[in-house]
């Protein structure tokens, strides 16, 4: 039912830009946080960027000034761009959404989008 799709990814030289998107449905997107979160080969899964549902934000600091998080409410997206590329950003890329459900706290994940840094 809740469903993440993510796009953008693609392959891009270091220092180049490229905006990932992740449209959300079956959630109450405005109640949400929306995040991304990567996994480069071989490493474990590690946050990215984070936007609450009331617009604040949170930023990994391998990313801060070169990323930037933004939501659209009215079509349910969350997007990340991104700047200044560099190789270490090479990684698959998740959409991931967060919200309370009564009692309980309720996480979903998109499949990925492969983002390759590489000249």
């Known amino acids: 039912q809740v469903q993440l799709v993510e796009s953008g990814g693609g392959l891009v030289q270091p220092g180049g830009s490229l905006r990932l998107s992740c449209v959300a449905s079956?959630?109450?997107?405005?109640?949400?946080?929306m995040g991304w979160y990567r996994q480069p080969p071989g490493k474990q899964r590690e946050l990215v960027a984070t936007?609450?549902?009331?617009?604040?934000?949170n930023y990994a600091d391998s990313v801060k000034g070169r990323f930037t998080i933004s939501r659209d409410s009215a079509k349910s997206t969350v997007y990340l761009g991104m700047n200044n590329l560099k190789p270490e950003d090479t990684a698959v890329y998740y959409c991931?959404?967060?919200?309370?459900?009564?009692?309980?706290?309720?996480?979903?994940w998109g499949q990925g989008t492969q983002v390759t840094v590489s000249s």
């Open positions: 936007i609450t549902g009331s617009g604040r934000l």
């Open positions: 991931n959404t967060e919200f309370q459900e009564g009692q309980l706290r309720r996480a979903y």
């Open positions: 079956g959630i109450i997107f405005r109640f949400s946080t």
